[in-house]
């Protein structure tokens, strides 16, 4: 099983980024994902999660109302859109599944992680 994100950069205070993570060697229309991110010398925090219906999601406080999750199951892909970012949106962030249809702001609930990729919100 592989999950592999794709979509970071560098971008200005205010600006969009749209996160992809594409899942190969299962497949992932059962599962819920997650997307966690990490800041330089913090702990990996959570960001979102949808269930496997894709009818239910969770944001962070910290997000709600910029970020956004969705899912195709045809393509075993999971999306972070990103608006208003913010300096303090800055670190890697993660896409997980996990092998059950809830999803979860616990990182020890999910099975299988990608690589990460890098957002950088800066003038």
């Known amino acids: 099983v592989r999950l592999v994100e794709s979509g970071g950069g560098l971008v200005q205070p205010g600006g969009s980024l749209r996160l992809s993570c594409a899942g190969s060697?299962?497949?992932?229309?059962?599962?819920?994902w997650g997307w966690f991110r990490q800041a330089p010398g913090k702990e990996r925090s959570f960001v979102a999660s949808?269930?496997?219906?894709?009818?239910?999601?969770n944001e962070g406080d910290s997000v709600k109302g910029r970020f956004t999750i969705s899912r195709e199951n045809a393509k075993n892909t999971v999306h972070l859109q990103m608006n208003s970012l913010r300096p303090e949106d800055t670190g890697v962030y993660y896409c997980?599944?996990?092998?059950?249809?809830?999803?979860?702001?616990?990182?020890?609930?999910?099975?299988?992680w990608g690589q990460g990729t890098q957002v950088t919100v800066s003038s």
């Open positions: 060697g299962r497949t992932f229309s059962g599962t819920a």
């Open positions: 997980a599944a996990r092998g059950g249809p809830y999803g979860s702001s616990s990182t020890s609930d999910y099975d299988y």
């Open positions: 949808i269930n496997s219906d894709a009818r239910i999601s």
